[in-house]
């Protein structure tokens, strides 16, 4: 495995699919993200975005399903699989690790024995700060496992970050910097020992009695069992819950707790108060239980 492997991939970006784009626009403008204008991928999805400092949310819909590829031997179709996990519920469907060669990536995830396939390119169009419209590109090379239909990583190659890094859409009303941690939920954690060893490498990952650690070059993965995930988030979990591991919360870091507060009330949001974190439920965030919780 490569120094960039051992070295941990950090988190980039959360993918969270959706019904209705502009419901969930309303919702998370509601939270107090600061969110840019809807895009179109040429393979039927659209999005828009919340920028943090070094990740980003992807909140996304299937906008033009005759245009969504079925996925074939070696393929892996992203929209194809968002298709498929909306049958069955809204959530939190892929988690995306930063990366600087995603063919390097495809590689190493194969010579780890893990499931991969061919890597992906593809441009999009995104429209700047200023309103001027420019071509973003992206490479990714996916990661799935068997036994676990829904959660998929991938690998995510930026060819122009200048165009997608702003600023202006980092800056957030609820005070957010940071994705700080990504929850699953299996049934036996100790069972993804193996997937996460291959994604990151072994000294990044630590096993418990009845969890794991992932501790990523930005940010940290926690798989529980689903009694110790409703301890830790009581009412966190979403009723279309499945039997297979699944992603099951996150855990956005904030400047200020009061201010993320204050946002979330105005907002007309209900929410539980822990200490210096406030935790929205999963009916009220599309499937996905949300914490925010004070850096």
Request: glycine share 10%; charged share 20%; net charge negative.
């Given at each position: 495995?490569?120094?960039?492997?051992?070295?941990?991939?950090?988190?980039?970006?959360?993918?969270?699919?959706?019904?209705?784009?502009?419901?969930?626009?309303?919702?998370?403008?509601?939270?107090?993200?600061?969110?840019?204008?809807?895009?179109?991928?040429?393979?039927?999805?659209g999005n828009?975005?919340?920028?943090?400092?070094?990740?980003f949310?992807?909140?996304?819909?299937?906008?033009?399903?005759?245009?969504?590829?079925?996925?074939?031997?070696?393929h892996?179709?992203?929209?194809?699989?968002?298709?498929?996990?909306?049958?069955?519920?809204?959530?939190f469907s892929?988690?995306?690790?930063?990366?600087a060669?995603?063919?390097?990536?495809?590689?190493e995830?194969?010579?780890?024995?893990?499931?991969?396939?061919?890597?992906?390119?593809?441009?999009?169009?995104?429209?700047l700060?200023?309103?001027?419209?420019?071509?973003?590109?992206?490479?990714?090379?996916?990661?799935?496992?068997?036994g676990?239909?829904?959660?998929?990583?991938?690998?995510?190659?930026?060819?122009?970050p200048?165009?997608?890094?702003?600023p202006?859409?980092?800056?957030?009303?609820?005070?957010?910097?940071?994705?700080e941690?990504?929850?699953?939920?299996?049934p036996?954690?100790?069972?993804?020992?193996?997937?996460?060893?291959?994604?990151?490498?072994?000294?990044?990952?630590?096993?418990?009695?009845?969890?794991?650690?992932?501790?990523?070059?930005?940010?940290?993965?926690?798989?529980?069992?689903?009694?110790?995930?409703?301890?830790?988030f009581?009412?966190?979990?979403?009723?279309?819950?499945?039997?297979?591991?699944?992603?099951?919360?996150y855990?956005?870091g904030?400047?200020?707790?009061a201010?993320?507060?204050?946002?979330?009330?105005?907002?007309?949001?209900?929410?539980?108060?822990?200490?210096?974190?406030l935790?929205?439920?999963?009916?009220?965030?599309?499937?996905?239980?949300?914490?925010?919780?004070?850096?």
């Amino acid at each position: 495995m490569s120094l960039e492997a051992t070295a941990g991939r950090g988190i980039d970006h959360l993918v969270l699919p959706v019904k209705d784009l502009d419901k969930a626009r309303e919702r998370y403008g509601a939270m107090g993200f600061t969110l840019t204008p809807d895009a179109q991928h040429p393979f039927g999805s659209g999005n828009f975005l919340a920028q943090l400092q070094g990740s980003f949310l992807e909140v996304l819909a299937i906008t033009r399903p005759e245009l969504v590829e079925e996925a074939e031997p070696g393929h892996f179709s992203f929209a194809g699989y968002n298709r498929d996990f909306l049958k069955r519920r809204e959530g939190f469907s892929m988690l995306v690790f930063e990366s600087a060669d995603a063919r390097r990536d495809q590689a190493e995830f194969l010579s780890e024995g893990l499931q991969t396939y061919e890597p992906f390119d593809f441009e999009r169009k995104a429209k700047l700060p200023s309103g001027e419209s420019v071509t973003v590109g992206f490479s990714l090379a996916f990661v799935t496992e068997p036994g676990v239909p829904d959660a998929v990583f991938f690998t995510c190659q930026q060819h122009a970050p200048q165009y997608f890094w702003k600023p202006d859409y980092q800056t957030h009303p609820n005070g957010a910097q940071s994705v700080e941690e990504v929850v699953m939920v299996a049934p036996e954690p100790r069972a993804l020992e193996g997937l996460f060893v291959g994604l990151q490498g072994r000294e990044r990952v630590a096993a418990h009695a009845d969890s794991l650690t992932v501790q990523t070059a930005r940010g940290r993965i926690s798989v529980q069992t689903p009694a110790g995930y409703e301890a830790r988030f009581p009412g966190g979990t979403p009723a279309e819950a499945p039997q297979t591991p699944y992603f099951a919360a996150y855990v956005v870091g904030v400047s200020d707790i009061a201010r993320c507060e204050a946002v979330l009330t105005e907002g007309g949001l209900a929410f539980e108060k822990e200490g210096r974190s406030l935790l929205l439920a999963p009916q009220d965030a599309f499937g996905t239980a949300i914490c925010f919780r004070e850096l």
